[in-house]
């Protein structure tokens, strides 16, 4: 086919065969201004139907009608058309194909850009350009951009003259060193700049460091730091990095995008690295916009417990202060049903509010949820049974802070009591955590809880033989409790005969205290006074075992009953209760 090697105007493509332009086809005469008007017409429904001008071509899409798959056919880039596919050809193949034709015409620097032409045949009208057809419009493609056949021809025919030039102009030698300098400029400045940045941050840190950091202090109120001087000061030297660092991974984008979009071969690879940013901000963007009214809703609700909180611990703050009472309610109660209460309606605002988070209704987080359950529901069993198990034990008033207990083999003092642990403080200054899942499950003893309101027994033993009289070991005994420190005199001490054993008798002094966390020393000092008390009177408190009859009984004589300090009946006061009575 000959081609004319005058440049020839798109709007005047012609029909092959015949003489007339290709607006005489038409009916009436239509003026250039009006082909050129749908030739932009057909190139903005195009571009409209383009998500993305990336290189290649795009995937399969389904016709509005639930007809034949389509695909858009893209060059350098641009988009001219979309066409649908056709049996036994796919669209996407078809879209190639097109490309590939239109490559091929651009290379060819022997034909003009200008040398497109139109042919009508079986199939539609055919875009021909050196005897080859570029592509055939049909009447699917017509009806897809709901133009008519020949208008989307022509306006097919004007972009691939364009197209074509583009194409051409882009990879002349003059463009490719023009672009060749814009790159080397690119980089000449880039490293100037990234040299600017670290200069200004080196100073900036140093700054920092000599002038800002020594002053920093800590932020707290009163004795509790929030934020530690030397956490602050590192903080401070390390922000000038992080500046630098976000600064120059910026500037290396920029100019990667800006190198890239130079040449055509790379333009695709910059224009995704652009997308890479884009994309993802504009669907967080469009994410956010539609769930602005979700977002709402989660804060009006966020905003309504929040003071809801607020009102229910001032109401158990009264009610701990006393300033509220309820009959059979501890006080000390008012602190763990308030915490119990917060659970309670944090739980019921998360239920509420768990259909308006973003992103819920998806698999990915329905999945995740399920995940996280499993994983509390086993691990979780101890943590729940010591919870369990602490909240019960505060409103069995078992103990409380300060009480000296012993749990199993564990004896000391309350020093704290929360919802999973309780720790213990010996009298040996040893800290024991008890988990309150054990405690509930063992006796606990409370030695202050009484010692408060009647007083702590204190009691031990003594084992002395039959010769020394009851009377008189029973007055030792309540002798050495009037002399130690801290025992209390009232209610009055008392002895108890235990057991009449084959080599003595055992008696066991009681004792009241007050004071539960001196246990230990007040024993001892007992235990100190039994002694002295006894080596006064010349009573032994060893018992030897026996061996053998002894040479007299080991009995008491009457005359010896009331030997000191014992006092007989008749030296005792009156109305004293501790007379014999069978003398």
């Known amino acids: 086919m000959a081609h004319n090697d005058a440049v020839e105007p798109p709007s005047s493509l012609r029909l092959a ?27 903005l429904g195009l571009l409209c139907g383009a998500p993305t001008l990336a290189a290649g071509v795009e995937p399969d899409g389904v016709d509005e009608d639930g007809g034949l798959a389509t695909a858009l056919v893209l060059i350098d880039g641009h988009a001219l058309l979309r066409v649908r596919g ?33 042919q009508d045949n079986v199939r539609g009208t055919a875009i021909v350009a050196g005897g080859v057809t570029l592509v055939t419009i049909s009447d699917g493609d017509a009806a897809l951009e709901e133009l008519g056949r020949l208008a989307l021809a022509q306006a097919t025919g004007e972009m691939i003259t364009e197209s074509v030039t583009r194409w051409r102009a882009e990879r002349s030698p003059e463009q490719r060193l023009r672009n060749v300098g814009w790159a080397a400029t690119a980089t000449a400045v880039l490293a100037a700049f990234l040299w600017l940045l670290w200069s200004v941050s080196r100073r900036l840190q140093r700054y920092l460091e000599t002038r800002v950091a020594a002053q920093v202090k800590s932020v707290g109120v009163q004795s509790f730091e929030f934020v530690k001087a030397r956490h602050l000061q590192a903080l401070i030297q390390t922000a000038p990095r992080l500046v630098f660092w976000a600064a120059v991974a910026v500037t290396i984008y920029v100019y990667l995008d800006f190198v890239l979009t130079l040449f055509p071969l790379t333009r695709p ?22 769930e602005l009214p979700n977002l709402a809703f989660l804060a009006v609700l966020a905003l309504v417990v929040r003071y ?21 309610f ?24 768990y259909p308006y988070i973003p992103g819920s209704e998806s698999a990915a987080f329905k999945g995740v949820t399920v995940m996280l359950g499993v994983l509390f529901s086993l691990g979780s069993s101890s943590v729940i049974a010591n919870i369990i198990a602490g909240y019960t034990m505060t409103y069995r008033r078992a103990f409380r802070r300060g009480d000296r ?47 408060r309101e009647q007083g702590l027994i204190l009691h031990t033993t003594v084992g002395i033989g039959y010769e020394t009289p009851w009377r008189q070991v029973e007055a030792m005994l309540l002798m050495a409790a009037v002399r130690t420190p801290g025992l209390k005199r009232d209610p009055a001490p008392f002895v108890l005969q235990k057991s009449l054993g084959d080599f003595c008798v055992v008696y066991e002094i009681n004792a009241y205290t007050d004071d539960a966390q001196g246990i230990a020393g007040q024993y001892s000092a007992l235990h100190a006074s039994i002694l002295d008390v006894f080596n006064e009177y010349g009573v032994q408190i060893m018992t030897p075992a026996y061996e053998g009859d002894t040479p007299s009984p080991k009995i008491v004589r009457p005359e010896d009953w009331y030997a000191a300090p014992a006092q007989s009946p008749r030296a005792a006061p009156e109305g004293n209760e501790d007379a014999n009575p069978s003398d």
């Open 17 to 43: 065969g015949r003489d007339q332009p290709w607006s005489a086809n038409m009916p009436g005469v239509l003026p250039v201004i009006r082909r050129h008007a749908l030739a932009v017409a057909a190139l």
């Open 86 to 118: 056709i049996a036994g050809f796919p669209a996407q193949q078809r879209a190639r194909k097109i490309e590939q034709r239109i490559t091929d015409f651009a290379r060819d620097r022997s034909l003009p850009a200008d040398a497109v032409t139109l």
């Open 269 to 290: 690879l910059g224009e995704r690295l652009l997308g890479l940013v884009t994309d993802p901000l504009a669907t967080l963007g469009l994410a956010l916009l539609s």
């Open 308 to 328: 809801v909180l607020k009102l229910t611990r001032l109401y158990f703050e009264a009610i701990e202060r006393g300033v509220v009472r309820f009959q059979h």
């Open 330 to 353: 501890d006080p000390e109660w008012a602190t763990p049903t308030y915490k119990v209460v917060r659970i309670f309606l944090v739980a019921f605002a998360v239920v509420v509010a």
């Open 405 to 451: 207990i012993m749990v199993g083999e564990v004896t000391g003092d309350v020093v704290d009591s929360r919802v999973l642990v309780t720790t213990l403080r010996t009298p040996k200054n040893e800290l024991v955590v008890v988990p309150n899942s054990e405690i509930l499950n063992k006796s606990i003893v409370n030695y202050s809880a009484l010692a």
